[in-house]
């Protein structure tokens, strides 16, 4: 039997699989890897198209019944994440009943920016669609929009050539409201895919571990393995990895509750998540 295993189109979790699928081969081929921005690798897992992956963590605080969390592993932040941006043609204050394009792959940042827009009194008008994929059509075209949410290797970039004037990293703005990390993804697995073969899901939750610890140490060989961004040089990745936080301790799982409580006090989930559901270790 094999996993079915969630991995991002973004350079966010190439920490996490880069020695997985280079140095494990065995592993890589025993296992089915489905690759795809956040908003599908939620779906599929929660259809149970996908048994293990990286998932917008929104998605465990609306489904966690299902899910236990992969211990010690997340995308996350200690201020400025760099990768999920706001860019704005008027300060964050001034953009209450105007028009704002968000992503259709963002989940959790959506709702993230729905959090910090409403510790200012501020309610923009939502508008779903698509990123235009360069920065001469992101910026030049659209102009009823008064700002737009980027996120990923998108939003990387762009950030250095930006023509708006206000650009609001929402790792940053996230850390003014609550002193605390914010955990962007989480790895999940389905619970009755544990149950059914702990063993298969402790392998490659092992490899997975490895695979960070590695990577952290070989950043530049992590770096040299992957298409880059456009515009995005080799030390603009060293930089932004080095940046971003990779684990899930106390601090982080206290911005995870925080976090997961606003969502439940703006209506975001039915229910509150009042524990994170661990895989316990052998």
């Not at 048994?51 to 592993?73: C, G, H, K, Q, T």
């Not at 043609?89 to 709702?111: C, G, K, M, N, Y």
Request: with cysteine.
């Amino acid at each position: 039997m094999n996993l079915r295993i969630g991995k991002l189109t973004y350079l966010n979790n190439l920490p996490i699989y880069y020695q997985f699928l280079n140095h494990h081969p065995y592993l890589a081929h025993k296992h089915t890897i489905i690759e795809g921005p956040p908003r599908f690798l939620n779906q599929g897992i929660r259809k149970g198209e996908i048994d293990l992956s990286v998932v917008s963590s929104i998605e465990y605080a609306r489904n966690f019944d299902d899910y236990l969390i992969l211990p010690d592993l997340s995308i996350s932040s200690q201020g400025p994440v760099e990768s999920v941006l706001l860019f704005s043609r008027v300060p964050l204050e001034e953009l209450h009943q105007r028009p704002l394009l968000i992503s259709s792959d963002s989940e959790t940042s959506v709702a993230l920016i729905k959090i910090i827009f409403s510790q200012y009194g501020v309610e923009p008008l939502y508008m779903r669609g698509e990123i235009p994929e360069s920065e001469q059509e992101s910026f030049g075209f659209n102009n009823e929009f008064a700002a737009m949410l980027v996120i990923g290797d998108m939003a990387l970039q762009l950030r250095g050539q930006s023509p708006y004037p206000y650009v609001y990293d929402l790792g940053e703005e996230w850390q003014k409201i609550t002193g605390l990390p914010f955990v962007f993804a989480l790895w999940i697995v389905r619970q009755e895919v544990f149950i059914r073969t702990p063993e298969l899901v402790f392998e490659v939750y092992h490899a997975l571990i490895e695979s960070r610890n590695y990577s952290l140490g070989h950043l530049e060989e992590v770096i040299a393995s992957v298409k880059k961004p456009a515009s995005f040089s080799s030390s603009d990745c060293l930089h932004y990895l080095q940046n971003l936080r990779f684990e899930l301790s106390f601090s982080y799982q206290r911005g995870l509750k925080m976090y997961f409580d606003f969502l439940f006090k703006q209506g975001e989930i039915p229910y509150p998540v009042r524990i994170l559901k661990l895989m316990s270790l052998p």
